[in-house]
């Protein structure tokens, strides 16, 4: 510590500086890392409630794209003696990769209910082929009435639930992000005031201690030349500053001295 | 007044939180770099490059004058609160801006409330930090400037004064070096000790630790979320009881009273008076907890009833039972004893045992005068005769402390928060206590508090620590300042 208060001007100004560039440094490095953190936050969680949303709205277009088919089939004018069953291998296996991505216990419910319901549903759909076989129009329809849209009333509802459900989500995360976005503006305001405290001290102590002491300096030396005034500044320290003080106070002396000597 | 002076003298103080805050960042360390490691580094290089900034300019000075060694104070303490807020900000959690400055002002200023509902989830480097400051706190921000002076000027002793108040100093005779010596020996003493203790007892290190230093600063702040009574365990407890008694006692009559093996310390009239408060205090609470049903048994009233009175009037703050539905007699004497507090010389805040001794002994006085009124009565205590100048600045200290506490319930109770909460609440803080009632029970945080209401808060614990003279004084230099810096114009 001693060290440091017998430093000369040179270096007082450059560990000034040094300590500035540190303070800014950490300063922009702290906002730069909240923001990228707040970034792939709001990337993750936008993709996450996207992503579900979208898988609920396949689904559920499917399923109401068979079911309307079938029931075009029932009640409809064209009589088809056979019926090609879905494919829900590539749903299933869609639906379980996405069913990783829910992190709550409620969503990851929610998507076993909807898994469970439309195994149901392709179950009783299973069925259609050997019922078009067999069955005459109106066990068809006793079939699609009874048994076929019971299950696809409650596979609706689950996927309308799930989608709800993600759509909440998605509201209650924007929310929480104005929350978050605030906290995470904070610390970066807080480090950049700080900067900013520090380049007003910066400020402070380059006039107090390095620019005042050169006025004092020069006035005195203004006053004795014009005015013949004595030179009695005074600088505190015992940097550079203070030896030109001296060394003014001496040649003051020297040339006073001649100037006696001289008149 | 020298800006440039007081910028040195309160880096200083700053270069000693950041010394704290990079030994919790170890501690983080230690801990497997938890979440707080970056937020702790971080913290303590920038309190640490504030702190050695004006070290870089500014030169020595021993000399200065009472205006400064006031700034040096109030700059200390508040800028220790702001700095200390950074560990917190940066973590981020439930630390908004004003949770952060209720959070550090509360450690700061030994008070122990929190806003935190889930304490025990904080990492280990954040929890250690918040008890670093009670540590600071209770030892005085600006003992540590003194600490780190090369030689004890002016400076120190006009610093001093104002941070440890001596009333009463009857029973020992210390110069001032020696007097600050004994203040840093007996409260690393009674923090050893403190480990120790708690470690035999059963806490873990990092428990006893952080305890430890909560206790010996009369904190409050726990590293469980059920304080004390997570424990559960009668012998923790007690020690308790009697470190936070032995914490809220003067350090030098301790230090005297070890130091020539005498029994000074039971002669001093004011710690008899504080013993006495806590015994009768202590017999009056479990009696009203054993007859009103709260409690059954005398032994189990005693043990909370004891623990409440000594939590209380050490203004420590911990807690081993709600006190909500406790009988109101029970609430009323705790209330009192918020007032009162421990002794002068110690790390406790309030009105402090000295004070009231003094009232008891004023008013004792001027009963005598006019009982008699051509009789010379003066006031005395433990053989020594207290000054008229003092007993006034007592009096006036107790009116200013009542109407100060009642400004901040007003605005408290003007914000939503019940009587009983606001005038509890205020106390409280104010005493740097920590604990209230209604609502802000013993087991509850501020958290769900208004935001205007908790930075508030956050300014009495700085005052209450501070105390409300030099703050009056300041307002008063300053204005003076001005009027002459007009009448020159």
């Known amino acids: ?263 | 007044m020298n800006a440039g002076i007081i910028s040195r003298y309160v880096g200083i103080a700053l270069i000693c939180n950041a010394f704290f805050m990079l030994l919790s960042a170890v501690v983080s360390a230690i801990y497997g770099l938890d979440s707080s490691f970056s937020p702790l580094l971080v913290s303590g290089v920038i309190t640490f490059l504030f702190g050695v900034f004006p070290l870089i300019f500014v030169s020595k000075k021993n000399d200065i004058n009472a205006r400064e060694g006031l700034a040096i104070v109030l700059l200390a303490w508040f800028l220790s609160c702001i700095f200390g807020m950074l560990p917190y900000v940066l973590w981020g959690g439930d630390f908004s801006l004003v949770n952060a400055w209720f959070e550090s002002s509360s450690g700061y200023t030994t008070t122990g409330a929190t806003i935190l509902n889930e304490v025990e989830s904080l990492p280990h480097g954040l929890l250690f930090w918040r008890s670093s400051t009670h540590f600071i706190g209770g030892l005085g921000v600006v003992v540590f400037i003194i600490m780190l002076l090369p030689s004890v000027g002016t400076v120190g002793v006009r610093m001093t004064k104002m941070e440890v108040m001596d009333v009463s100093r009857s029973n020992f005779r210390y110069k001032f070096k020696k007097l600050i010596n004994v203040f840093v020996i007996v409260y690393i003493a009674i923090t050893a000790i403190a480990f120790m203790a708690l470690l035999l007892a059963g806490m873990s290190p990092f428990d006893a630790i952080n305890h430890a230093f909560s206790v010996v600063a009369t904190g409050g702040f726990s590293t469980r979320n059920l304080s004390i009574a997570y424990y559960d365990s009668p012998l923790i407890e007690y020690l308790l009881v009697f470190l936070m008694i032995i914490s809220s006692t003067h350090f030098g009559l301790i230090y005297a009273s070890f130091a020539s093996r005498s029994l000074k310390f039971f002669k001093d009239p004011v710690t008899k008076f504080y013993l006495m408060t806590i015994l009768v205090s202590s017999v009056i609470v479990a009696l009203s907890l054993m007859l009103g049903g709260v409690k059954e048994g005398l032994f189990h009233a005693m043990r909370h009833g004891i623990f409440a009175v000594a939590s209380t009037i050490s203004t420590t703050g911990f807690a081993i039972s709600n006190t909500t539905g406790w009988p109101m007699v029970a609430i009323l004497v705790i209330l009192y004893v918020s007032v009162q507090c421990g002794c002068a010389g110690s790390t406790c805040g309030g009105i402090r045992s000295d004070r009231l001794w003094l009232i008891y002994k004023g008013v004792r006085a001027q009963l005598t005068r006019l009982a008699h009124p051509n009789a010379v009565v003066q006031v005395k205590s433990g053989g020594q005769v207290i000054e008229k100048d003092l007993v006034h600045s007592v009096f006036t200290y107790l009116f200013l402390y009542m109407f100060f506490a009642f400004l901040c319930s007003l605005f408290y109770s003007a914000n939503g928060m019940g009587i009983l909460e606001s005038v509890s609440s205020s106390i409280s803080m104010l005493s740097n206590m920590g604990l209230a009632f209604g609502e802000n029970h013993s087991m509850f945080n501020f958290a769900e508090a208004p935001q205007i209401s908790k930075f508030i808060m956050g300014v009495e614990m700085v005052v209450g620590r501070i105390g409300i003279y030099p703050l009056l004084l300041v307002f008063t230099l300053f204005r003076k300042s001005v009027l002459w810096q007009r009448k020159s114009i």
């Not at chain 1, 440094?25 to 993709?47: A, G, K, P, Q, Y």
């Not at chain 1, 075009?72 to 749903?91: C, M, R």
Request: aromatic share 12%; net charge negative.
């Open chain 1, 1 to 263: 510590m001693a060290n440091l208060l017998n430093m000369g001007i040179k270096r007082k100004v450059f560990l000034g500086c040094v300590v500035l560039a540190l303070i800014l440094l950490i300063s922009s490095s702290i906002s730069m890392f909240e923001f990228t953190r707040m970034n792939d936050h709001v990337t993750e969680l936008i993709s996450d409630n996207a992503n579900s949303i979208e898988v609920s709205r396949g689904l559920l277009a499917r399923a109401e794209e068979y079911n309307l088919r079938l029931m075009h089939l029932v009640v409809g004018e064209v009589i088809e003696e056979s019926i090609e069953v879905i494919n829900d291998e590539e749903f299933i296996s869609f639906f379980s990769d996405i069913r990783e991505s829910f992190v709550t216990e409620h969503d990851k419910a929610n998507a076993d209910s909807v898994m469970y319901a439309f195994a149901a549903y392709m179950y009783v759909v299973r069925e259609a082929s050997d019922i078009w076989l067999i069955s005459g129009d109106d066990i068809r329809k006793e079939w699609y009435f009874n048994r076929l849209q019971p299950v696809y009333t409650k596979l609706k509802a689950y996927i309308e639930k799930l989608t709800n459900d993600s759509q909440d989500a998605l509201i209650h995360n924007s929310q929480s992000l104005q929350d978050n976005f605030y906290r995470s503006l904070m610390p970066g305001l807080v480090s950049v005031l700080l900067g900013f405290l520090m380049v007003l001290l910066f400020n402070y102590y380059l006039n107090y201690y390095l620019i005042n002491p050169l006025l004092k300096i020069s006035r005195g030396i203004k006053g004795y030349l014009s005015f013949n005034k004595n030179y009695d500044v005074k600088i505190e320290g015992n940097d550079e500053l203070a030896e030109l003080n001296d060394r003014v106070k001496d040649i003051v002396d020297i040339n006073k001295s001649a100037k006696k000597q001289s008149g």
